[in-house]
């Protein structure tokens, strides 16, 4: 017996949303787009990791994210007066390392979901995340939660500052997004550091306005406002130079029908808001060719994934 839980990608800041917006995605063919921990009864303890970029994990199992994880999880059941077991778990690694599609998220929240299926849900959603977050925190050296609410809650996803910790926000159904990551990585840390610890009080407003007209275009379901408030003035005019080639892409792809291009988190992979398959095919089809450095860059036409962190055996196109 095992459990195995798949974790999807995730676009966090989504533009307009430094540190408040993230949203899960989904390829529409079908693809595995995140990572997967499966969790065993073992004699002895391991970590095992297989998948397309599990090489770039550290090769001492103890610097693994999911050996944090564990560690955390043991720590959290004994306060639980709950028993720990020997245990076998594997990380299928389905997302590069530092490729801003929320990597660390979607290994952590798929482990601390597995350990806790497998211990029969001695914690609540709330409980889980909270211990999501704090990993991350330990990760990334600074705590938010916008790749980690939408990978394990789904959907579009806006942070909050109550108890709830984020909240669903509406979306466009027959919009599609579409990301490309040209082969690179940039550490989060190296891109939060590219970032002034204070900005201009013109630009915080600009910040807000654009952030609550756009959530407000959601609600309204007004595509064009959506549109035109979502940019992002805080992170892109400091994280552009970072990315190949980032504005000539940019203004490139909104020439042939792109309804808006950003930095997916930290980066280096982009993302491109359309209002039609067609237009998506399109922007594929300019970023396969154009946004690639080597061999391993890749892209994917998406569309929000509304599941989140869910068993493997129920994710559509299971590999």
């Known amino acids: 017996m095992s459990i195995k839980i798949f974790a999807p990608a995730s676009i966090g800041n989504?533009?307009?949303?430094?540190?408040l917006l993230g949203a899960a995605i989904t390829p529409i063919d079908g693809a595995l787009l995140g990572d997967v921990v499966e969790v065993a009864?073992?004699?002895?303890?391991?970590?095992?990791?297989?998948g397309a970029f599990a090489e770039q994990l550290p090769s001492d199992v103890t610097d693994n994210i999911i050996h944090h994880c564990h560690e955390l999880f043991r720590a959290e059941l004994a306060e639980k007066s709950v028993e720990p077991q020997t245990l076998t778990l594997k990380l299928s690694k389905n997302l590069p390392v530092g490729s801003g599609l929320g990597s660390s998220s979607s290994s952590i929240v798929a482990a601390i979901m597995a350990l806790n299926e497998w211990y029969q849900s001695p914690f609540t959603p709330h409980e889980l995340l909270m211990m999501m977050g704090k990993m991350e925190a330990q990760i990334s050296g600074s705590l938010h939660y916008d790749n980690i609410a939408p990978c394990y809650l789904g959907g579009l996803q806006l942070m909050s500052a109550d108890d709830a910790i984020s909240k669903p926000l509406p979306w466009f159904d027959d919009w599609y997004i579409v990301v490309a990551n040209p082969g690179t990585n940039i550490l989060t840390k190296a891109a939060r550091d590219a970032i002034p610890s204070s900005v201009p009080l013109l630009q915080a407003t600009e910040y807000a306005q654009n952030l609550a007209n756009f959530i407000q275009a959601l609600y309204s379901e007004d595509q064009a406002s959506a549109v035109h408030h979502l940019k992002d003035v805080i992170a892109e005019p400091h994280r552009h130079s970072l990315l190949p080639r980032f504005t000539d892409h940019k203004k490139a792809l909104l020439n042939i029908g792109a309804e808006a291009v950003g930095i997916s988190g930290s980066g280096p992979t982009l993302f491109v808001v359309c209002s039609d398959l067609t237009k998506a095919k399109s922007v594929q089809q300019y970023l396969q060719f154009h946004y690639r450095e080597n061999d391993r860059a890749f892209s994917h036409i998406c569309q929000l994934h509304s599941d989140g962190a869910q068993p493997l055996n129920k994710v559509h196109g299971e590999h």
Request: proline share 0%.
């Open 41 to 50: 009864a073992s004699s002895q303890y391991q970590i095992v990791c297989d």
């Open 14 to 19: 989504f533009s307009v949303g430094y540190d």
